[in-house]
């Protein structure tokens, strides 16, 4: 027999796993139901690709953001920094990105000096996985 916490626990997770299930369906409905909107916006301004436009439709006023997302190659930046003319280089912003297997992966005296560079460090938000058992027959 399960002990009152484990029902307490094992109820919390049907409860998780149902509301999620739930969420993402709601969350697939309006994607589709944005992706429409988006489409008939894009032939009702001519094909934007990019920038903001609105417009009223019925009772509702709306806004649609075109975006392109354009992704660099940043190791034919690396090859070809210094040749680059200096606006392009003025276009380029630069961050610096912790890669966590490597830092972990550090020596004592390496890490120290890292962590003179670390500017904050704060608990993540945890992330939740709840699979259903499939008990055998």
Known sequence: ??????????????????????????????????????????????????????GEAGEFKYAVTFKLNRKLDADAIKRDYGKLPSAVVDALKWTAELQLPKFRALDAASAAVMQEYIAETKPAKPSVVVTPLVKAA
């Open 1 to 54: 027999m399960a002990s009152t916490e484990q029902l307490k626990l094992s109820t919390l997770l049907g409860q998780f796993a149902e509301r999620k299930a739930r969420i993402a369906a709601e969350q697939t409905a309006l994607d589709i139901i944005g992706a429409e909107i988006a489409r008939r916006a894009a032939v009702e301004f001519g094909g934007a690709m990019e920038g903001t436009q609105s």
